[in-house]
T-cell receptor, first 112, second 115 residues
């Protein structure tokens, strides 16, 4: 089983640029979560989807952040324009209705 | 709202020492409780879980008991190894089933085990 696949693993960009992070959840999982991890704030839930529909986006920090899930096997998290304070590790995770959360290896974003 | 409080790290132990990482929670109803582990450069992995009061979760020598009276879920291991060095996260889910709902995580506790 492939697990949750995220890309890119590392991204370095300049302030003001658009950043797109990608996630492929485990096949058959109908929940998908985006988390952000920083030293200062720990793990924060940004948004989650059920059957490709956004259920709770209250954790999205501001309008610069957007997330989509066009189908059951793909999701994106976009930041436009990016700022240095967005530097963090972004994790995607998926689960079934009942069962554990499986995390990807994360995308480390550095905004200069 | 729901919240999880963990002891601050880093915790540094010698190999074969006894480990306790404290975790307390605030939640309404009957949450499910989890411990996740994050090894360097990797995502989080489920270590163990408990879905109702007095349940004990266990895995790889680690244990935690769901104590509703003290709202705690402390992680313990009798004899740690260097390979246990990682960051440990306590988490809760408002769902009895424990899946498909958003988890609330603690801030994580870094464990360093030395020879």
């Amino acid at each position: 089983d492939a697990g949750v696949i995220q890309s890119p693993r590392h991204e370095v960009t300049e302030m003001g640029q658009e950043v797109t992070l990608r996630c492929k959840p485990i096949s058959g999982h109908d929940y998908l979560f985006w988390y952000r991890q920083t030293m200062m704030r720990g793990l924060e839930l940004l948004i989650y989807f059920n059957n490709n529909v956004p259920i709770d986006d209250s954790g999205m920090p501001e309008d610069r952040f957007s997330a989509k899930m066009p189908n059951a096997s793909f999701s994106t998290l976009k930041i436009q324009p990016s700022e240095p304070r967005d530097s963090a590790v972004y994790f995607c995770a998926s689960s079934r209705q009942t069962g554990e959360l499986f995390f990807g290896e994360g995308s480390r974003l550095t905004v200069l | 709202g729901n919240s999880v409080t963990q002891m601050e790290g880093p915790v540094t132990l010698s190999e074969e020492a006894f480990l306790t990482i404290n975790c307390t929670y605030t939640a309404t109803g009957y949450p499910s409780l989890f411990w996740y582990v994050q090894y360097p450069g990797e995502g989080l992995q489920l270590l163990l879980k408990a879905t109702k009061a007095d349940d004990k979760g266990s895995n790889k020598g680690f244990e935690a008991t769901y104590r509703k009276e003290t709202t705690s879920f402390h992680l313990e291991k009798g004899s740690v190894q260097v390979s246990d060095s990682a960051v440990y996260f306590c988490a809760l889910s408002p769902s009895l089933a424990g899946g498909g709902n958003k988890l609330t995580f603690g801030t994580g506790t870094q464990l360093k085990v030395e020879l």
